[in-house]
């Protein structure tokens, strides 16, 4: 046993990111018998990247801020008061804190006519293809699983969200949930292709899908390199997670939140941020190909840790730009949508297809 347990703290510290900010720290931590697993585990560098940075720790800091911002942002821009009923003192700064503790304290109602089991199970289930891109997107030498297809495996795993969500709609049995998912089909298939098409351009112009050959060859930003890549993506991205003007799979005004209108208490909240964590998985691959990804200037105090800082901060940045568009445009209809998604919509992305096909040959 004692060997065996040797054995596994020899593997971890094997591969333990490098941080000589807090290095003496560690130093001192890894003579304690208890804690020095426990230390050696969370800087093993594919942990580190999964649960802590850029994974599931910075998922949730991150869930915590878009709500509050999104919601200031558009408070300051559309000249309404935003949400100052909880700690004043701080602008409401802990709203989104609030609205979590509410959805899990409250009760969360099954109704008879639902399909029980896969109402129950399929929000928990949903998360599976949001946070397996995780594991394949690197920050620096920062990576839970390196591949050179990991680009491919990261859309494959997106491709699949929207299924759940079909899915959850399907399992609620209600003529309401039942048309917001067949509007998530229909805004499945009208940015999926060109979404893909966008992602294959990329592909082609830097000759790989491995994220280190495509940070290496990024000598300028690749949204100058193929701007309208860079465009069907951002657009496929609002598409994707039901982002005004592309509000439609829920609708509130028609269909009270579409496929997730049966659902409340923990199971809500779950349900509720699917699509700001698909937007955060998507915008980190957004970043990888359109924004140079982890490069930035290094500090040297924070060793390994600078590439998945530079990841993050220019992550969020994006996200935060795009939550403007929320505030601006009034939604389109489904018909609108579908009439985009397979003309100009399409047409760019196959554009964009030659240029980066071109600039791949060239460079």
Same mark, same amino acid.
């Given at each position: 046993?004692?060997?065996?347990?040797?054995?596994?703290?020899?593997?971890?510290?094997?591969?333990?990111?490098?941080?000589?900010?807090?290095?003496?720290?560690?130093?001192?931590?890894?003579?304690?018998?208890?804690?020095?697993?426990?230390?050696?585990?969370?800087?093993?560098?594919?942990?580190?990247?999964?649960?802590?940075?850029?994974?599931?720790?910075?998922?949730?800091?991150?869930?915590?801020?878009?709500?509050?911002?999104?919601?200031?942002?558009?408070?300051?821009?559309?000249?309404?008061?935003?949400?100052?009923?909880?700690?004043?003192?701080?602008?409401?700064?802990?709203?989104?804190?609030?609205?979590?503790?509410?959805?899990?304290?409250?009760?969360?109602?099954?109704?008879?006519?639902?399909h029980?089991?896969?109402?129950?199970?399929?929000?928990?289930?949903?998360?599976?293809?949001?946070?397996?891109?995780?594991?394949?997107?690197?920050?620096?030498?920062?990576?839970?699983?390196?591949?050179?297809?990991?680009? =491919?495996?990261?859309?494959?795993?997106?491709?699949?969200?929207?299924?759940?969500?079909?899915?959850?709609?399907?399992?609620?049995?209600?003529?309401?949930?039942?048309?917001?998912s067949v509007?998530?089909?229909?805004?499945?298939?009208?940015?999926?292709?060109?979404?893909?098409?966008a992602?294959?351009? @990329?592909?082609?112009?830097?000759?790989?899908?491995?994220?280190y050959?495509?940070?290496?060859?990024?000598?300028?930003?690749?949204?100058?390199?193929?701007?309208?890549?860079?465009?069907?993506?951002?657009?496929? @991205?609002?598409?994707?997670?039901?982002?005004?003007?592309?509000?439609?799979?829920?609708?509130d005004?028609?269909?009270?939140?579409?496929?997730?209108?049966?659902?409340?208490?923990?199971?809500?909240?779950?349900?509720?941020?699917?699509?700001?964590?698909?937007?955060?998985?998507?915008?980190l691959?957004?970043?990888?190909?359109?924004?140079g990804?982890?490069?930035g200037?290094?500090?040297?105090?924070?060793?390994?840790?600078?590439?998945p800082?530079?990841?993050?901060?220019?992550?969020?940045? *994006?996200?935060?730009?795009?939550a403007?568009?929320r505030?601006?445009?009034?939604?389109?209809?489904?018909d =609108?949508?579908?009439?985009?998604?397979?003309?100009?919509?399409?047409?760019?992305?196959?554009?964009?297809?030659?240029?980066g *096909?071109?600039?791949?040959?060239?460079?």
């Amino acid at each position: 046993m004692i060997a065996m347990f040797d054995l596994v703290m020899q593997i971890l510290k094997s591969n333990q990111i490098e941080i000589p900010l807090i290095q003496p720290v560690v130093d001192s931590l890894i003579e304690i018998p208890v804690l020095n697993a426990l230390v050696a585990l969370i800087l093993w560098r594919p942990f580190f990247a999964v649960v802590v940075m850029p994974g599931l720790l910075v998922l949730m800091i991150y869930l915590l801020y878009i709500i509050w911002f999104e919601r200031k942002l558009t408070a300051r821009i559309q000249w309404r008061v935003g949400p100052l009923e909880i700690a004043r003192p701080l602008r409401g700064a802990i709203q989104a804190l609030a609205d979590g503790l509410r959805y899990f304290f409250q009760e969360a109602i099954v109704h008879k006519e639902a399909h029980r089991p896969y109402f129950i199970q399929l929000p928990i289930l949903a998360f599976i293809p949001v946070l397996l891109p995780i594991a394949f997107i690197p920050a620096g030498n920062v990576v839970g699983i390196k591949t050179p297809y990991a680009i =491919q495996l990261i859309v494959a795993f997106i491709s699949l969200i929207p299924i759940t969500i079909v899915a959850i709609g399907w399992a609620s049995n209600s003529r309401f949930a039942f048309v917001g998912s067949v509007r998530e089909a229909l805004m499945y298939v009208a940015y999926e292709i060109p979404f893909i098409i966008a992602v294959i351009s @990329m592909i082609f112009l830097y000759g790989s899908g491995d994220p280190y050959v495509v940070i290496e060859k990024q000598w300028i930003p690749g949204a100058f390199l193929n701007p309208l890549a860079f465009l069907v993506f951002l657009i496929a @991205m609002l598409m994707a997670t039901s982002r005004l003007p592309f509000e439609i799979p829920e609708a509130d005004q028609e269909i009270a939140f579409g496929p997730f209108v049966e659902y409340s208490g923990i199971l809500f909240g779950l349900v509720m941020v699917l699509a700001y964590e698909k937007l955060y998985v998507m915008a980190l691959l957004f970043t990888i190909l359109f924004l140079g990804g982890w490069s930035g200037p290094q500090i040297a105090l924070l060793g390994d840790l600078n590439a998945p800082i530079w990841l993050v901060i220019k992550t969020l940045v *994006a996200i935060s730009i795009i939550a403007i568009v929320r505030s601006m445009y009034a939604r389109y209809r489904i018909d =609108q949508a579908l009439r985009m998604g397979f003309s100009w919509f399409l047409a760019l992305s196959v554009l964009a297809l030659v240029i980066g *096909a071109f600039i791949g040959m060239v460079i």
